[in-house]
């Protein structure tokens, strides 16, 4: 499998023969999973990227980038997506190990808490907006992955400290619908939900 955040990065992988295509959109928390690290990422959002690069390939879609319940899941579903991928959904299970300080961040989380930042490792990311990334925005930055090197020992500090305002808190931008609950049961309630509105559409 390989992540494509365009159509033309969902054919070259098709063409370099993986089984399944991971389509993930602007809204998808964390690093791009584009090809090029250096280049300013494309954000195409999942609605719109999802369906064209259905359309462009023959293999399955798996759609990544703002699902977070059983809506998005059944979205993603009609839109050509034969799954989804779900990350920051999951931040809130007991089993994810996130610590303190983020879960902090996660519950305060608004529609526009987030920002792409290559502060904490050199490479586009969606996370929290925080003093960190504040402070380091239009600074000169070391590539990745040695920028990723240099902000370690500050994160990790800040991580003993409970402080997240230098933590990288990798999150999407549907960190506001997130629920605290086991990944069992959140599994079982997406599920549910995706039943639910496909059975009401």
């Not at 992988?13 to 959109?25: M, S």
């Not at 230098?166 to 605290?180: F, M, T, V, Y």
Request: hydrophobic fraction near 45%; include cysteine.
């Amino acid at each position: 499998m390989g992540t494509a955040t365009t159509v033309a990065e969902a054919r070259a992988l098709e063409q370099a023969g993986v089984d399944f295509i991971c389509a993930q959109g602007a809204e998808a928390g964390g690093h791009r999973g584009t090809f090029d690290r250096d280049a300013e990422p494309a954000l195409i959002g999942t609605l719109a990227l999802v369906p064209q690069v259905a359309d462009a390939v023959r293999v399955p879609v798996i759609a990544a980038g703002g699902v977070m319940d059983g809506r998005g899941f059944a979205a993603a579903l009609a839109l050509g997506a034969s799954a989804v991928s779900l990350g920051t959904a999951f931040l809130g299970c007991p089993e994810a190990g996130t610590s303190g300080p983020y879960r902090a961040a996660l519950r305060e989380a608004r529609d526009d808490s987030t920002v792409i930042t290559r502060a904490f490792s050199g490479r586009a990311a969606r996370g929290l907006a925080n003093r960190f990334t504040r402070e380091m925005s239009g600074e000169p930055l070391a590539p990745f992955p040695a920028q990723n090197a240099l902000t370690r020992e500050i994160r990790a500090a800040a991580a003993k400290a409970g402080d997240h305002g230098l933590l990288s808190l990798w999150a999407g931008q549907g960190a506001p619908l997130l629920r605290e609950e086991p990944a069992r049961e959140l599994v079982a309630r997406i599920l549910r939900e995706a039943d639910a509105v496909i059975a009401r559409l």
